[in-house]
């Protein structure tokens, strides 16, 4: 096997959360090819001053460069790539998993990998694995947040994905779109009054200096995805897309059991530096999941038919 160098850009910050997958990864895709095959790991920022010095940084996202061409692999947001695959908002409805170890069924399953699988057909990425970046959802705010009534009325900043603003349209809140990146500076200029977001960005970010209260609703996961263009996936040999296929899998594996111990930490740290963390009961979240019960009804018809029933069901 002659030898290939890929470069993986981390395309989005916090980089820690994105490192290691990318890391994991390599060290496997190293070892499978005996070394013929080396991941080269770089920031969005040291990816622009190598190879794209004239470009506004801002303009720079991991799935459009993939896409392009310009670089080999990425890892991005799933409402990003639901954007270019129907099928992956699916996985943005509310109360779709009741569980990790149902979710880790569905995403590295045959309803998983068919999903990462129909992004060839829609563009020139390939995905290969389903990776956490934060886990469950939780919700932040300056105010309690100990019941879904609490959420009507509200400015909430939600993802840009039509299925979170769908669901919180449906709580009688006033979602207000954004990537989770700039959720601090929407609460710090008081453009929405609470909103998603997920513990591992809770302080990395700088979401807890604006907000005082944190509630683990877990209505919906937050997840991305492990991509790679699908040119240079094609240009490799069936024996060899079967490896690194494996070593996807097997890293997200990892890098989701690590999503979630980085959690538990960080909502401990949350609770010692003064944030009110609640935990919302059954009876709450079953609330939520009855008030949004109907989302499910306006997008039944937008998936492949039977597809919610499956992860339901799985």
């Known amino acids: 096997m002659k030898k290939m160098k890929l470069r993986w850009v981390l395309a989005h910050i916090p980089y820690d959360l994105f490192l290691r997958s990318a890391a994991a990864f390599a060290k496997k895709a190293h070892e499978i090819s005996n070394g013929a095959i080396e ?42 790539l639901g954007s270019n695959l129907q099928d992956l908002r699916a996985l943005d409805m509310p109360y779709l998993f009741d569980n990790h170890e149902q979710a880790t069924r569905v995403l590295d399953g045959p309803i998983g990998l068919a999903m990462l699988k129909g992004l060839e057909n829609r563009s020139n990425v390939r995905g290969l694995a389903f990776t956490y970046s934060g886990g469950f959802r939780i919700m932040v705010s300056n105010q309690p947040l100990n019941s879904v009534d609490a959420i009507n009325g509200q400015r909430v900043r939600v993802s840009y994905s039509p299925v979170a603003v769908d669901t919180f349209g449906l709580l009688g809140a006033k979602p207000v779109s954004t990537s989770v990146a700039d ?120 998936f492949t038919p039977k597809l919610l029933d499956k992860i339901k069901n799985s």
């Open 39 to 80: 991941i080269d790991v770089m920031g969005i920022d040291q990816y622009q001053k190598k190879y794209a010095p004239n470009t506004d940084i801002k303009n720079l996202q991991g799935f459009a460069l993939v896409n392009s061409g310009a670089i080999e692999m990425s890892q991005t947001y799933n409402a990003v």
């Open 183 to 302: 959720a601090a500076e929407a609460q710090r200029d008081n453009l929405v009054d609470m909103g998603e977001n997920t513990w591992a960005r809770f302080f990395r970010t700088g979401v807890n200096k604006y907000v005082t209260h944190a509630a683990n609703t877990k209505h919906s996961l937050f997840l991305t995805s492990i991509i790679i263009n699908k040119k240079i996936w094609n240009d490799f040999t069936p024996e060899t897309r079967e490896m690194l296929q494996v070593a996807a899998l097997e890293a997200a594996e990892a890098e989701r059991k690590e999503s979630l111990i980085d959690a538990e930490a960080v909502m401990k740290q949350a609770k010692e530096s003064g944030i009110v963390v609640t935990d919302w009961s059954n009876d709450q979240q079953n609330e939520m999941k009855e008030k949004t019960a109907s989302v499910y009804d306006k997008y039944a018809k937008t």
